[in-house]
């Protein structure tokens, strides 16, 4: 996917829709690993999309988790974290949303009822950096495994 340049003080938008078919669909089902081959998509009825709006001095992240079906779709966390962001520039990690954070240690579930959504939000204050940086979404499920890419460019200033 090319990576559209913005220029002066046009906001850049970079969109990032894979549909994550995921093994394990259903609560308690399978060992919760991505399902490449996307076998698992008429089953989970699970879509998602990584969203990054750079802007200023910052980059906002958006993380969609859509369900499809027409039934809820549990998904299960060992702590309190529902998901995280990296970014990364040449491989290095640069920022981590959950760096310098500290969860309680607490399972809990989120549900995704049929034909909603979960969105998880954050943003990035990149301190005024240029260049082009890899961005990951986590939804830190054990239940379903879900992990986004995208590539993103700050202009310089």
């Known amino acids: 996917m090319g990576v559209p340049r913005a220029g002066g003080g046009v906001r850049e938008r ?9 093994a394990g669909c259903a609560p ?40 499809a079906g027409s039934g809820p779709v549990v998904l299960e966390f ?9 970014v990364r520039e040449s491989g290095a990690e640069v920022w981590r949303w959950s760096g310098e954070r500290m969860f309680a240690q607490v399972a809990g579930a989120d549900t995704v009822r049929g034909g909603g959504t979960r969105e998880y939000r ?11 940086y890899e961005a ?19 202009p310089a200033r």
Do not use: K
């Open 122 to 132: 954050e943003t990035w204050l990149h301190g005024g950096r240029s260049g082009r």
């Open 78 to 86: 060992a702590t309190a974290q529902r998901y995280d962001f990296v």
């Open 136 to 154: 990951e979404g986590v939804v830190t499920s054990t239940s379903h495994s879900l992990v986004l890419n995208t590539e993103l460019e700050i």
């Open 14 to 22: 970079i969109l990032a829709v894979g549909v994550a078919l995921l």
């Open 28 to 67: 308690g089902a399978g060992d919760g690993a991505a399902d490449p081959a996307g076998e698992g998509a008429a089953s989970t009825g699970l879509a998602s999309s990584l969203q990054a709006d750079v802007a200023g001095d910052s980059v906002r992240f958006t993380l969609t988790v859509a369900n």
